[in-house]
T-cell receptor, first 114, second 112 residues
Framework: SQTIHQWPATLVQPVGSPLSLECTVEGTSNPNLYWYRQAAGRGLQLLFYSVGIGQISSEVPQNLSASRPQDRQFILSSKKLLLSDSGFYLC?????????????FGEGSRLTVL | SQQGEEDPQALSIQEGENATMNCSYKTSINNLQWYRQNSGRGLVHLIL?????REKHSGRLRVTLDTSKKSSSLLITASRAADTASYFC????????????FGKGTKLSVKP
């Protein structure tokens, strides 16, 4: 069966510090990978998606970047965090080639920037 | 914006009652999906309904889709306290990545 792991679960970072959130998927090959952000009481905003190693598409201009160094690894990064980067970050995957778009989510990473 | 809108934003009911949540969207879809999110957790896929389907059931869940009105509803029958969560609709507008656009969610509270 497929599993998705996301870490760290919680972190508190000062403004201007770097960020690295990591996500790995097991039990499937060549998944589509996604990073979403969820502000308090809001829906999910798609930040990045990837259809393959080294292929990253950005949905919104921002202070964040994403990388996919391996087939089942997706990393969200920032060189210098802003207060507005605080939020709940969710990694997700979907099956490559399928058009249903059904997503499987990790447990999320709550980021607080002070 | 292609974002969907759910209503109500919050719903509080007693155990055993039915809960109905609605979702509206703006342009044609391939399919519409409903997800559940327990507080502070990731989202879990509940049910998918395709654009050529009008109704779908899964256990105590019933989803309807009206493409002429661009709306969908999620009905949870005989609710339980464990159903307390936020529920999101998500629209698949197609495209090679099949990206989903999520609504803002309905926060359901089921009181024992």
């Amino acid at each position: 069966s497929q599993t998705i792991h996301q870490w760290p679960a919680t972190l508190v970072q000062p403004v201007g510090s770097p960020l690295s959130l990591e996500c790995t998927v097991e039990g499937t090959s060549n998944p589509n990978l996604y990073w979403y952000r969820q502000a308090a009481g809001r829906g999910l905003q798609l930040l990045f998606y990837s259809v393959g190693i080294g292929q990253i598409s950005s949905e919104v201009p921002q202070n964040l970047s994403a990388s996919r160094p391996q087939d089942r690894q997706f990393i969200l990064s920032s060189k210098k965090l802003l207060l507005s980067d605080s939020g709940f970050y969710l990694c997700a995957w979907s099956r490559q080639g399928g058009n249903t778009g059904e997503l499987f989510f990790g447990e999320g990473s709550r980021l607080t920037v002070l | 914006s292609q974002q969907g809108e759910e209503d109500p934003q919050a719903l509080s009911i007693q155990e055993g009652e039915n809960a109905t949540m609605n979702c509206s969207y703006k342009t044609s879809i391939n399919n519409l999906q409903w997800y559940r999110q327990n507080s502070g957790r990731g989202l879990v896929h509940l049910i998918l309904i395709r654009s050529n389907e009008r109704e779908k059931h899964s256990g105590r869940l019933r989803v309807t889709l009206d493409t002429s009105k661009k709306s969908s509803s999620l009905l949870i029958t005989a609710s339980r306290a464990a159903d307390t969560a936020s529920y999101f609709c998500a629209m698949n507008y197609g495209g090679s990545q099949g990206n989903l656009i999520f609504g803002k969610g309905t926060k359901l509270s089921v009181k024992p």
